[in-house]
């Protein structure tokens, strides 16, 4: 996992042999798209820790880190990363959102995300229930 955290991008992750091994254990479930595949374990290997949250990751980043401050992740820098449509500027992004976060998320929501941000389609639904999550949960913390 140090091999991929090292990795500034995408592809650098695609010559790390971690990814390629998590690579070969999901070709099999259907996810077979390399570039994908690389952001999830790119994205999973700067993460310290999981979190429970019903809400996803989206509302994970909204929530304060303590009561009565701000959210993990800045409306500026999330409405940043939803404006990434591209895999390859999305991973980077994304490694400073989680940095921000304190490197852990809700891990499912977190992994399709990430595996369908690079779909045509999937990807704008994505962006758009990401971005409902988000901000809903912050007028969840202005309520009293």
Known sequence: MAQLRRCKNLEEVLFAPPYHALYHRTVGAGWGDR???AAVAGALSHL???VESSKGFAAFLATPKEHGQGPRVSELRFQRLMKEKELEDFY???LRIIHL?????PLSDLIRGVYNWGDPFRGDRVRRNWTFAYFNQL???QKP
């Open 139 to 141: 007028l969840d913390n």
């Open 35 to 37: 570039l994908r595949i």
């Open 92 to 94: 980077p992004a994304l």
């Open 101 to 105: 976060a304190g490197e852990k998320a």
């Open 48 to 50: 310290k820790g999981e």
